[in-house]
């Protein structure tokens, strides 16, 4: 499912959230899904509150919600490596403030390429930031850019999947001898609490590498994990996957 979210926090204030944490914190068949396991995360943004940051690594189960499915590479299968050279940090997960009685929060999940990869990216990457709770989307942004010149920073709103479970976008990736275009960069999400009672909220982001004939070709995201849809070989798909940050009393 995608959906856009609309509302009165546009991306301006992501953007300025972003701008105000710095840089990224750290440096098979045709249209088969990739069971990402357990998930987890939603975010937040708002740029007028004290922030309290939790960033536990706790490790964080498999999901077992897709192991029956067809077309299922779960996430421990050594034919999806993770990719060399990217490192997807844990995210940061804040409270930023109450609105009309309901707090919001801003969740967010870094990516940094150590070297630039050595093989062609014709087809399109993803990334993805995922709860393990319901929440309520309010806006999400993507961020990206090279590590020169050629590649500036660059935004956009436009996510492949926005759930009450997480979102996730496909990036198009321009490259040049010494540099890509996304090489660094952070997926952000502005979201609400939803009903329920004070539980643990686990938030995880991933990077799905596809090079060569291969790409990333849609994504879900649910509450038993995220799946990523591909074209091309399963030997030019590449999953990392960063650990999991859990917060305790998190409190709809």
Known sequence: MRRRSTAALGLAAVLALAASLGPPARAGADGCGTDLGTAAASGTAAADAQAAVHAAADPVGT??????????????????????????????????????????????????WHAQPGYPMPGAQAVALWFNVPVVPIVQVV????????????????????????????????TTDSDVNIATGRVAVVFETAAGTCRELTARGAFAHAWGGSAVTGIDVHASGATFDWSGATSQRALTIGEPTRVSGFCP
């Not at 077992?64 to 490596?81: E, F, H, K, Y």
């Not at 009309?100 to 801003?106: A, D, F, T």
């Not at 961020?143 to 492949?160: L, N």
Request: net charge negative; hydrophobic share 40%; glycine share 10%.
């Open 63 to 112: 999901g077992q919600a897709l192991t029956g499915l067809g077309c299922v590479i779960m996430v421990s299968d050594p034919l999806l490596p993770a990719a060399d050279g990217v490192y997807v940090a844990p995210p940061e997960v804040r409270v930023i403030g109450t609105v009309n009685g309901r707090e919001r929060w801003v969740a967010i999940s870094d990516w940094k």
């Open 143 to 174: 961020h990206h850019s090279g590590t020169t010149s050629r590649f500036p920073y660059t935004s956009s709103e436009d996510a492949a999947e926005v759930g009450p479970y997480g979102v996730a976008f496909l990036l198009q990736p321009r």
